[in-house]
């Protein structure tokens, strides 16, 4: 349907950068990732990881065993928590100096992946620190190799060279993209996200879907972001209700993982906008809120400002979970609607009024959507005019349930 309006004669970038190895059993790789490393001249490496995930997934045991294996010493910083700090990665970085970190392995979500592209970046541009990177004081060209094993079927980190980090003292939740942070090497293997709880299960794969729908309909969308934006949707909404019912379904992990894969890629090719722009003030603001949930929260209202200027692309994307839209212009509340009947239907049902926001919030919200470093680049690149105006009317619509 959206063929059609395809600008043919616009040049569009088609990335996809990193090694990634994808399946059950995947982590049994690292052992040739450390021989590699090894032969590029790789003796010390730091570990970045969050404070139990990395052990209890049993990803710890073979990455402990394959560094030993091939003489690789290792120092591990497990402090990293959901939204990382600036301070975390600061504290991160002097441990891999003090340490002489060659390299960086991060084990985990998008938390200890970020927070290790991040110290990849530091240990590479010495006289900087993190704050400088988030706020853009200075642009790196190079970092150390980076590994990334992923715990969780939702970021997409591990594949492209975005990293977000929170400035805690202004609520300011911004995002980096830099070339030279394209991990090495990933690792997905669906084995080690069983023991992701049933509220982690839903929620990391509601970010992937958050990926793929601002990709596909962003100012420099491709057909390759909207070919994947479909089939990462079709995937969550087949393969989500499974995992959460039988957490140790590999199969139902499998395509999550894969959707969510091919979702970091997608937005690594068409960017995010308005959804996530609008939600890291959320999370700057309440560290504690998990970013899928943040997301879920304003997606139909996103979906409602958003549909009338690219309605082809959404209705295409929106098939599995949105049936019989034509791509017209007017079905912009239905879409909506559509969109928010299904984010309950997987057990999203919390909007912004039920994580304690309120009008008070709004006009520091929307200042922070404005303000917080990269935002703005976000933001200019929705399919509509994203001013003030309509980051409140987002905000506002999405206190309450529309279909109530």
């Known amino acids: 349907m959206w063929e059609k309006e395809n ?11 990193t090694i990634a190895y994808l399946g059950v059993g995947a982590i049994s790789k690292m052992d040739e990732i450390s021989a590699d490393l090894k032969n590029k001249g790789i003796n010390k490496i730091i570990v970045v990881s969050g404070k139990g995930a990395y052990k209890k997934t049993g990803a710890w045991d073979v990455v402990e065993k394959a560094l030993n294996k091939h003489s690789i010493g290792y120092v591990l910083y497990n402090k990293v928590t959901p939204n990382p700090t600036v301070d975390s990665v600061d504290e991160a970085t002097g441990m891999a100096k003090d340490f002489g970190a060659q390299a960086v392995v991060a084990i985990g979500g998008g938390s200890p992946i970020d927070t290790g592209k991040s110290v990849a970046i530091l240990l590479e541009n010495p006289g900087y620190d993190a704050r400088q990177l988030y706020e853009y004081k200075f642009t790196p060209e190079k970092a150390a190799p980076i590994v990334a094993i992923n715990l969780t079927h939702g970021t997409g980190s591990e594949v492209n060279r975005f990293a977000v980090v929170t400035l805690p003292e202004k609520d300011y939740k911004p995002a980096i993209a830099y ?3 394209y991990p090495l090497y990933a690792i997905d293997d669906p084995a080690l996200m069983t023991k992701l ?7 990391v794969s509601i970010d992937a879907v958050n990926h793929v729908i601002e990709a596909a309909t962003s100012k420099v969308a491709s057909p390759y972001a909207i070919l994947l934006a479909e089939e990462t949707i079709r995937l969550v ?72 200027a690219v309605p082809k692309i959404f209705a295409d994307i929106l098939a599995a979970i949105v049936p019989g839209l034509k791509g017209t212009p007017d079905e912009a509340l239905k879409a909506a609607i559509g969109v928010e009947k299904w984010l309950i239907s997987m057990g999203a049902k919390e909007k912004l009024s039920d994580e304690g926001f309120g009008e008070k919030d709004i006009a520091h919200l929307v200042e922070l959507a404005q303000k917080t470093p990269s935002l703005g680049l976000l933001l200019s690149l929705a399919p509509v005019k994203a001013d003030s105006k309509v980051i409140e009317k987002i905000y506002r619509d999405s206190m309450f349930t529309k279909t109530l």
């Open 197 to 203: 709880s049933p509220e982690q299960t839903k929620y």
């Open 7 to 17: 600008k043919i004669n616009d040049v569009r970038e088609i990335r996809c950068r």
């Open 179 to 181: 070339d030279c942070i």
């Open 237 to 308: 909404n087949e393969w989500l209700p499974k995992a959460v019912q039988d957490p140790d379904d590999l199969e139902a992990r499998y395509y999550l993982l894969y959707a969510s894969m091919i979702g970091g890629i997608a937005f690594d090719n068409g960017m995010l906008h308005i959804t996530h722009a609008l939600e890291h003030p959320l999370s700057g603001v309440k560290p504690e809120l998990t970013h899928g949930l943040g997301l879920a929260m304003i997606l139909p209202a996103v979906v409602e400002v958003c549909y009338p």
